[in-house]
């Protein structure tokens, strides 16, 4: 990995004190002001250790790591004596979802305050135990020290009061020591030394194995359960509708069951879902929410202009986490209910059982314990959710439900199909002179709580159905869903773009990473590459003469430079561009692919250039931009939801292939440090260039344009043949 540093000042950690509204208050973060109490966020042990807890939870991607780096340069403490807690909704702040890339932005700004505030409290302490003022003591490597001598941060934990508001402190900027240096994570050495640290390793007292049996396909009604088929038996069949399940205390025993109740229950079957070659037809067909981002006058006629067009799409895909979902619930005998989830929102999915379930939200706490892999709304939620709906047969018992690989693969929320129509004025000399771009799918949110129902799987299988309305989208303000990153960055003269979301589907969808940035940059990026071969300009310098933003040029003169832009490459070797800024809001990122494509396509190598602000750990930063750029390889050239006109085929890795280790390229990311800018979120930025990286290098090895993904060696050969036509 290196490091491009631009001629910025930086070096200590500012501006604690200094935000301020036009009256001279100072603003706080506004996760702050809506979790106002300092115990909400940190307490101090006997040990000297300070306990963190947050509102986001860590799926791997390493955030935990950094927002204890944040709290140990604030407090001057090392590392190891920062414990950062799970997320828990009656014991931490509610911080909505782990979503977005905006936990750093989020987090990063509170812990500031909330640890200025709590240094100033250990300082008073310190200070009324010697009887001397507040300026005469200093802090030192977690220990206050004064006149007096020396009180480690334990020796003062009695003395603190933190159920108090927290807020702004006229307190000196710290010094970085660990914030931008490349910290070890904090959560692997448990991971690699096997210790039991993910849901699946939960052990409670009374613990209990559940299965469900789901329908055979989307909108399957139960006719008859088959019980017969285990009747004799130590496991206890729960019913309710068409939600099926086995409780027992032996997991294999309850397996067996569920596969004899799978194969004797009957089931009614529609077949209503939509033709999976012509996905296009589907989504267009609407009935739609349309949405105008932007529609900006039109420019006066320029005379000499073409008018040139193209369609790209992407399929369904599937979040494909190598460990399935897994819950765990008790239902307690007075009525209270504990829950142990993987969720991205612990807060969302207690609100929603609560909904679905008729009971007081305060009676349910959700705590959040790690799992492998989550790239957006999976199927945590609705595994929660299970287990919830099998506890309640058997209160006072805990009941853990793993889903199977099948359940994973056909049940889970899908990243949503989309299509889309890119449209330019291009003059004489090649440069765009108007831009018009619609896209259409499905919505990118049907987490926990959207519309005002509950969102779980099961809801809408039980007597009483509770059923899903087609997913939304998150506000534009947000980022959108659909529309994210529709809007291109470059300076294209005016422009018209608009979201066309489907309201109904019997194809369930919501949040994968990066949302509708994948497919929008995609097809921005194939767009632009492809009016640049028309003008006989070099793909780069195209971008870059249509681009004012000075961040995104360096991103994009970074990549191109490391990845050796412009050098003669071997027939049937291509390299190919791919630039964004997620959200037009958040992290720069340009991404340069060399491929080989001859029997089928192999990456060679991807390049990466990232501006995140302030980079606060480098290796966090490089494997989240690394880890998404290979998931969006895979994306771009393998994956893809398959199902018939009832039931979903893709249901293990023979019909759904992901990127094996094999085919993985050497990544490198080159970080493009602005010490003095805010810090922003990494984990989603790489996925849209990567994809139009690949497809353009494609193009530039062989001279084909493939707009409809996955890159295929079939789809290849059908672009080659429409080409010839």
Not at 209 to 221: F, K, L, N, T
Not at 421 to 450: C, F, K, L
Not at 553 to 581: K, N, P, S, T
């Given at each position: 990995?290196?490091?491009?540093?631009?001629?910025?000042p930086g070096g200590r950690e500012g501006g604690r004190g200094t935000s301020v509204t036009a009256d001279g208050s100072p603003v706080l973060p506004r996760h702050l002001l809506a979790n106002p109490l300092l115990s909400q966020w940190v307490a101090v042990r006997d040990d000297g250790t300070v306990e963190v807890r947050v509102g986001k939870v860590e799926l791997g991607q390493g955030i935990l790591t950094v927002l204890a780096q944040v709290v140990a340069d604030e407090l001057d403490l090392p590392l190891d004596r920062v414990r950062m807690l799970p997320a828990?909704?009656?014991?931490?702040?509610?911080?909505?979802?782990?979503?977005?890339s905006m936990s750093v932005i989020d987090t990063a700004p509170v812990l500031r305050v909330v640890g200025a505030h709590l240094r100033a409290l250990l300082v008073a302490a310190a200070a009324a135990r010697w009887g001397v003022t507040a300026g005469l003591v200093t802090i030192e490597d977690g220990a206050l020290v004064g006149p007096s001598g020396r009180l480690a941060y334990g020796d003062l934990a009695g003395d603190l009061d933190l159920d108090v508001p927290a807020g702004r402190v006229d307190a000196p900027p710290v010094a970085r020591r660990l914030v931008g240096t490349s910290s070890a994570r904090i959560d692997l050495p448990d991971k690699v030394a096997g210790v039991p640290r993910f849901i699946a390793d939960l052990r409670l007292p009374g613990q209990l194995v559940g299965r469900v049996v789901r329908p055979p396909s989307p909108g399957a009604e139960l006719l008859d359960a088959g019980e017969s088929a285990v009747a004799?038996?130590?496991?206890?069949?729960?019913?309710?509708?068409?939600?099926?399940?086995?409780?027992?205390?032996?997991?294999?025993?309850?397996?067996?069951?569920?596969?004899?109740?799978r194969a004797t229950a009957t089931w009614k079957e529609r077949a209503d879902l939509p033709d999976e070659d012509d996905l296009g037809a589907f989504l267009r067909a609407g009935p739609h929410e349309d949405v105008v981002v932007l529609a900006e006058e039109p420019a006066p006629d320029a005379g000499d202009v073409r008018r040139l067009r193209a369609s790209y799409s992407r399929p369904f895909l599937a979040h494909a986490s190598i460990a399935p979902s897994c819950g765990v619930a008790r239902w307690e005998d007075d009525g209270a209910l504990s829950v142990w989830s993987h969720s991205q929102g612990v807060h969302r999915l207690r609100d929603a059982i609560a909904l679905a379930l008729d009971l007081d939200a305060a009676r349910?706490?959700?705590?959040?314990?790690?799992?492998?892999?989550?790239?957006?709304?999976?199927a945590a939620d609705d595994a929660a959710f299970d287990a919830v709906l099998l506890a309640r047969a058997v209160p006072g018992r805990p009941v853990m439900v793993r889903w199977s690989r099948r359940d994973e693969l056909a049940w889970g929320p899908f990243g949503?199909?989309?299509?889309?129509?890119?449209?330019?004025?291009?003059?004489?000399?090649?440069r765009i002179r108007g831009w018009?771009?619609?896209?259409?799918?499905?919505g990118h949110t049907a987490r926990p709580g959207y519309s005002g129902v509950p969102g779980l799987l099961a809801a809408a299988h039980l007597e009483h159905p509770l059923d899903h309305p087609g997913a939304a989208d998150p506000p534009l303000a947000a980022g959108g869903g659909t529309a994210r990153n529709a809007v291109p960055a470059y300076d294209v003269g005016p422009r018209r773009v608009t979201a066309h979301r489907v309201l109904a589907s019997p194809v369930r969808s919501s949040a994968l990473r990066a949302l509708g940035a994948h497919l929008n940059v995609f097809a921005i990026e194939s767009f632009?590459?492809?009016?640049?071969?028309?003008?006989?300009?070099?793909?780069?310098a195209y971008r870059l003469d249509h681009l004012s933003d000075p961040r995104g040029r360096a991103v994009l003169e970074v990549a191109a430079g490391a990845a050796g832009w412009g050098r003669h490459l071997e027939d049937g070797v291509g390299l190919g561009i791919g630039f964004a800024r997620y959200k037009g809001t958040g992290a720069y990122c340009a991404v340069v692919a060399e491929v080989e494509a001859e029997s089928a396509v192999r990456v060679r190598r991807l390049t990466v250039a990232v501006d995140v602000g302030l980079v606060l750990n480098p290796d966090g930063v490089r494997n989240q931009i690394e880890g998404g750029a290979v998931q969006a390889t895979s994306w771009t050239l393998k994956e893809r939801v398959r199902f018939d006109r009832t039931r979903v085929t893709s249901d293990d890795w023979e019909s759904y292939p992901v990127l094996r280790f094999s085919e993985v390229p050497p990544v490198e990311v080159v970080l493009v440090d602005r010490p003095d800018l805010p810090s922003v979120g990494a984990g989603e930025a790489a996925q849209g260039p990567t994809a139009a990286a690949l497809a353009n290098a494609l193009d530039a090895a062989l001279g084909v344009r493939v707009r409809d993904l996955p890159l295929t060696a079939e789809a290849v050969v059908a672009a080659i043949d429409a080409q010839d036509a």
């Amino acid at each position: 990995m290196r490091r491009a540093r631009p001629d910025r000042p930086g070096g200590r950690e500012g501006g604690r004190g200094t935000s301020v509204t036009a009256d001279g208050s100072p603003v706080l973060p506004r996760h702050l002001l809506a979790n106002p109490l300092l115990s909400q966020w940190v307490a101090v042990r006997d040990d000297g250790t300070v306990e963190v807890r947050v509102g986001k939870v860590e799926l791997g991607q390493g955030i935990l790591t950094v927002l204890a780096q944040v709290v140990a340069d604030e407090l001057d403490l090392p590392l190891d004596r920062v414990r950062m807690l799970p997320a828990n909704t009656a014991l931490g702040p509610d911080q909505d979802l782990t979503a977005g890339s905006m936990s750093v932005i989020d987090t990063a700004p509170v812990l500031r305050v909330v640890g200025a505030h709590l240094r100033a409290l250990l300082v008073a302490a310190a200070a009324a135990r010697w009887g001397v003022t507040a300026g005469l003591v200093t802090i030192e490597d977690g220990a206050l020290v004064g006149p007096s001598g020396r009180l480690a941060y334990g020796d003062l934990a009695g003395d603190l009061d933190l159920d108090v508001p927290a807020g702004r402190v006229d307190a000196p900027p710290v010094a970085r020591r660990l914030v931008g240096t490349s910290s070890a994570r904090i959560d692997l050495p448990d991971k690699v030394a096997g210790v039991p640290r993910f849901i699946a390793d939960l052990r409670l007292p009374g613990q209990l194995v559940g299965r469900v049996v789901r329908p055979p396909s989307p909108g399957a009604e139960l006719l008859d359960a088959g019980e017969s088929a285990v009747a004799g038996s130590d496991c206890l069949v729960v019913v309710d509708g068409s939600f099926l399940g086995v409780v027992g205390a032996d997991e294999l025993a309850v397996a067996r069951a569920a596969d004899r109740l799978r194969a004797t229950a009957t089931w009614k079957e529609r077949a209503d879902l939509p033709d999976e070659d012509d996905l296009g037809a589907f989504l267009r067909a609407g009935p739609h929410e349309d949405v105008v981002v932007l529609a900006e006058e039109p420019a006066p006629d320029a005379g000499d202009v073409r008018r040139l067009r193209a369609s790209y799409s992407r399929p369904f895909l599937a979040h494909a986490s190598i460990a399935p979902s897994c819950g765990v619930a008790r239902w307690e005998d007075d009525g209270a209910l504990s829950v142990w989830s993987h969720s991205q929102g612990v807060h969302r999915l207690r609100d929603a059982i609560a909904l679905a379930l008729d009971l007081d939200a305060a009676r349910v706490e959700v705590e959040h314990v790690q799992n492998a892999g989550c790239y957006g709304h999976n199927a945590a939620d609705d595994a929660a959710f299970d287990a919830v709906l099998l506890a309640r047969a058997v209160p006072g018992r805990p009941v853990m439900v793993r889903w199977s690989r099948r359940d994973e693969l056909a049940w889970g929320p899908f990243g949503p199909a989309m299509t889309a129509d890119v449209a330019a004025e291009v003059d004489g000399t090649g440069r765009i002179r108007g831009w018009t771009y619609d896209v259409w799918g499905q919505g990118h949110t049907a987490r926990p709580g959207y519309s005002g129902v509950p969102g779980l799987l099961a809801a809408a299988h039980l007597e009483h159905p509770l059923d899903h309305p087609g997913a939304a989208d998150p506000p534009l303000a947000a980022g959108g869903g659909t529309a994210r990153n529709a809007v291109p960055a470059y300076d294209v003269g005016p422009r018209r773009v608009t979201a066309h979301r489907v309201l109904a589907s019997p194809v369930r969808s919501s949040a994968l990473r990066a949302l509708g940035a994948h497919l929008n940059v995609f097809a921005i990026e194939s767009f632009v590459d492809e009016l640049a071969r028309l003008a006989g300009r070099d793909p780069l310098a195209y971008r870059l003469d249509h681009l004012s933003d000075p961040r995104g040029r360096a991103v994009l003169e970074v990549a191109a430079g490391a990845a050796g832009w412009g050098r003669h490459l071997e027939d049937g070797v291509g390299l190919g561009i791919g630039f964004a800024r997620y959200k037009g809001t958040g992290a720069y990122c340009a991404v340069v692919a060399e491929v080989e494509a001859e029997s089928a396509v192999r990456v060679r190598r991807l390049t990466v250039a990232v501006d995140v602000g302030l980079v606060l750990n480098p290796d966090g930063v490089r494997n989240q931009i690394e880890g998404g750029a290979v998931q969006a390889t895979s994306w771009t050239l393998k994956e893809r939801v398959r199902f018939d006109r009832t039931r979903v085929t893709s249901d293990d890795w023979e019909s759904y292939p992901v990127l094996r280790f094999s085919e993985v390229p050497p990544v490198e990311v080159v970080l493009v440090d602005r010490p003095d800018l805010p810090s922003v979120g990494a984990g989603e930025a790489a996925q849209g260039p990567t994809a139009a990286a690949l497809a353009n290098a494609l193009d530039a090895a062989l001279g084909v344009r493939v707009r409809d993904l996955p890159l295929t060696a079939e789809a290849v050969v059908a672009a080659i043949d429409a080409q010839d036509a």
